[in-house]
């Protein structure tokens, strides 16, 4: 079989600032073949961008996808309020199914932490942004201690927050102090987001504090910088700027600038969450063949 022929046919649900993102991503990769990117409005400008990249597209939103399919992977860039009915659409096709919006539906999946359950799922869930920038780190930590406490704040440009970001905040939060006690054991998460309007433009940040007992700093300093280096190996961008030990206590914040492609440098957020879904779809189309 030549290797075109054994690319995915992959589609992209929204055409907003991550839905163009992920075109460009997917017409780069070896692994899949861009097939639709739909969107709702005719004349909405991602839309218009992704024709104007050579992209095939189309307007109908999901019912679009749906009949111009079969695809075997669906990356849904849209909001929260309106994944289900895209679950339901896309589940008796065998499609699957990778959510970037933060509903919580399908499994989590967070890679360089349980990626390996991805292939065994159809409905997959990538919680948020900043689940993806916090929980790897997260994750190595509670592997050394058990968290009473953990707060997250997340500060990113304004300007790389599209309208459905927006609506969806209060999911976000939700989905991702969730993930964070389910990945790490944490009695109590707590997330906050903050949408600068400064200028210039402030990178993507998650400033990250942990409370806990019976903390090794050796033992965190090095799972914190393994973590980071797994991140690194499909996000480039991502970086620890600061992290301080103490007793009881544990402080580590990470920057995610996007690098390549045509996003802003300050545009971490879409880079980071992006990045962690075609990488998933490249490992299903690895396992597939």
Not at 12 to 23: E, P, Q, R, T, Y
Not at 68 to 93: C, K, M
Not at 171 to 186: E, N
Request: charged letters at 15%; one cysteine or more; proline letters at 5%.
């Amino acid at each position: 079989m030549a290797a075109d022929e054994q690319r995915l046919r992959a589609a992209v649900l929204g055409a907003g600032l991550i839905g163009v993102d992920l075109a460009d991503r997917i017409r780069r990769s070896g692994k899949l073949e861009l097939a639709l990117v739909a969107g709702r409005d005719r004349d909405s400008l991602g839309l218009r961008r992704a024709a104007e990249m050579g992209h095939p597209t189309t307007v109908g939103g999901i019912r679009a996808v749906a009949d111009t399919g079969p695809f075997d992977v669906v990356f849904d860039a849209t909001n929260a309020d309106s994944h289900a009915e895209h679950w339901a659409a896309l589940r008796p096709t065998g499609t699957t199914l990778i959510d970037l919006t933060p509903t919580g539906l399908g499994t989590v999946i967070v890679p360089g932490v349980n990626s390996h359950r991805s292939a065994a799922h159809q409905h997959l869930n990538l919680v948020s942004c900043g689940g993806q920038a916090a929980i790897p780190v997260l994750y190595a930590i509670s592997r050394h201690c058990t968290p009473s406490y953990i707060e997250v704040v997340s500060t990113g440009a304004s300007a790389s927050a599209g309208r459905a970001t927006r609506l969806n905040l209060d999911q976000y939060i939700a989905t991702t102090s969730a993930a964070i006690r389910t990945f790490t054991g944490a009695q109590d998460a707590k997330v906050m987001v903050n949408l600068s309007p400064a200028r210039p433009a402030p990178p993507f940040r998650v400033a990250m504090t942990v409370l806990a007992d019976g903390i090794r700093p050796a033992a965190v300093r090095t799972s914190i910088a393994a973590a980071a280096q797994a991140v690194r190996a499909y996000a480039p961008g991502f970086e620890v700027t600061s992290l301080a030990v103490d007793p009881g206590r544990i402080a580590v914040a990470v920057e995610v600038t996007a690098s390549g492609g045509r996003l802003p440098r300050h545009a971490g957020s879409v880079d980071i969450i992006n990045a962690a879904a075609v990488l998933l779809a490249e490992q299903s189309a690895a396992a597939s063949r």
